[in-house]
T-cell receptor
Framework: GQQLNQSPQSMFIQEGEDVSMNCTSS?????WLWYKQDPGEGPVLLIA?????ELTSNGRLTAQFGITRKDSFLNISASIPSDVGIYFC????????????FGDGTTLTVKP | SQTIHQWPATLVQPVGSPLSLECTVE??????LYWYRQAAGRGLQLLFY??????ISSEVPQNLSASRPQDRQFILSSKKLLLSDSGFYLC?????????????FGPGTRLTVL
């Protein structure tokens, strides 16, 4: 089946720093999604990407759908303590409609 | 607006006891429904997937089962819990057709099997 490699697995940064994480796949996806999971809660959608090359922002967050359709990255600018959590990428392919392939997550720790 | 509920929020059960976790969705009809398990500090493992009442797809072999008795109700069960069943269980829903890509997660149930 399809698999996603998400990196880095964890990050420890100072408040105010920028963050970058990415996901890669050996197969193409039609949709890329980025979720954030706060401690003890369910993941929440941050950004959805539907077209190769698409660059989308949501506040301090920016994500891009790779031109090859096999990768995506998420950037967070000027991190703040509430950015702490686990960030998941997910990919969808039309042949597997309704079932996302999730990365293993990037755990972000922000030091004040 | 749509909302998704899970209960209980936390549960401590002895090995060998039965399990029933419930998930309900409001504000939408005929959703796709999902059960995931998340081990501590790990990713999401898809357990079950349902596209309609009584239609359940099992993704991994295990001693858990799922049922969908009503359109917006999804239940995760076990007859005898194992220690390895401990984890954070998440229910999610998505739309159908072109709206299947985005999943909306519930608050989760923390299960500890002792």
């Amino acid at each position: 089946g399809q698999q996603l490699n998400q990196s880095p697995q964890s990050m420890f940064i100072q408040e105010g720093e920028d963050v970058s994480m990415n996901c890669t796949s050996s197969s193409i996806f039609n949709t890329w999604l980025w979720y954030k999971q706060d401690p003890g809660e369910g993941p929440v959608l941050l950004i959805a990407l539907y077209k190769a090359g698409e660059l989308t922002s949501n506040g301090r967050l920016t994500a891009q759908f790779g031109i090859t359709r096999k990768d995506s990255f998420l950037n967070i600018s000027a991190s703040i303590p509430s950015d702490v959590g686990i960030y998941f990428c997910a990919g969808n392919h039309f042949t597997n409609a309704g079932k996302s392939t999730f990365g293993d997550g990037t755990t972000l720790t922000v030091k004040p | 607006s749509q909302t998704i509920h899970q209960w209980p929020a936390t549960l401590v059960q002895p090995v060998g006891s039965p399990l029933s976790l419930e998930c309900t969705v409001e504000g939408t009809s005929n959703p796709n429904l999902y059960w995931y398990r998340q081990a501590a500090g790990r990713g999401l493992q898809l357990l079950f997937y349902s596209v309609g009442i009584g239609q359940i797809s099992s993704e991994v072999p295990q001693n858990l089962s799922a049922s969908r008795p009503q359109d917006r109700q999804f239940i995760l069960s076990s007859k005898k819990l194992l220690l390895s069943d401990s984890g954070f269980y998440l229910c999610a829903w998505s739309g159908t057709g072109l709206s299947t890509d985005t999943q909306y997660f519930g608050p989760g149930t923390r299960l500890t099997v002792l």
